[in-house]
């Protein structure tokens, strides 16, 4: 059965500090992987895709994707207090499935 | 200003009375989904809409039914809810499949007593 595993379960930075979260998937079929933020009492907001090998940067926010080792990514720089969130990883696979991971529990101390 | 709702926002129930989520969507979206969000468990998809009368089970669907009569509105049903639903519930949309983005909805809270 398809999993995609995230780690850290949580993470504490300090502010301007480096977050690197990380997301695996237990299947080889995978042909995509997306990243949501969502605050606390919040609903989920895409943050970033990525479906090709390598690195792909929108401001603060780096994903970075290994298809061979089935692993993704993400590294917030200058982290500030409002990235404090759950991070949740999805993985698509090519039979049609999504799968969201646990999620990480970042929190930015001021 | 694009946006998916959901009713009601907050909900207790007694076990085995009968649940009735509501979602709607203004996009236009052919692609509906039903998660519940639990605590340490992420988002588990329960249902996937393709369009109207179009429904697929997702990973754990058991106990649940959803309806979609029109493009723009995904119901979820709980007959005789159990105490192991209560959970968060979002609905999203999206302009594909998998592959589109998915816009949620603000959740429900269901208490199953």
């Known amino acids: 059965q398809q999993k995609v595993q995230q780690s850290p379960e949580s993470l504490i930075v300090p502010e301007g500090g480096m977050a690197s979260l990380n997301c695996t998937s237990s299947d080889r079929n995978v042909d995509y992987f997306w990243w949501y933020r969502q605050h606390s009492g919040k609903s989920p907001k895409m943050l970033m895709?990525?479906?090709?090998?390598g690195e792909k940067e929108e401001g603060r926010f780096t994903v970075h994707l290994n298809k061979a080792s089935l692993h993704t990514s993400l590294h917030i720089r200058d982290s500030q207090p409002s990235d404090s969130a759950l991070y949740l990883c999805?993985?698509?696979?090519?039979?049609?499935?999504?799968?969201f991971g646990q999620g990480t529990k970042l929190s930015i101390k001021p | 200003d694009m946006k998916v709702t959901q009713m009601p926002r907050y909900l207790i129930k007694r076990m085995g009375e009968n649940v009735l989520l509501e979602c709607g969507q203004d996009m236009s979206h052919e692609t509906m989904y039903w998660y519940r969000q639990d605590p340490g468990l992420g988002l588990q998809l329960i249902y996937i809409s393709y369009d109207v009368d179009s429904n697929s089970e997702g990973d754990i669907p058991k106990g649940y039914r959803v309806s979609r009569k029109k493009r723009e509105h995904f119901s979820l049903i709980l007959d005789s809810a159990k105490t192991n639903q209560t959970s968060v519930y979002f609905c999203?949309?999206?302009?594909?499949?998998?592959?589109?983005?998915?816009?949620f909805g603000p959740g429900t809270r269901l208490t199953v007593l």
């Open positions: 895709s990525i479906f090709s090998n």
């Open positions: 999805a993985a698509i696979y090519n039979q049609g499935k999504l799968i």
């Open positions: 999203a949309s999206s302009p594909g499949g998998y592959y589109a983005e998915q816009f």
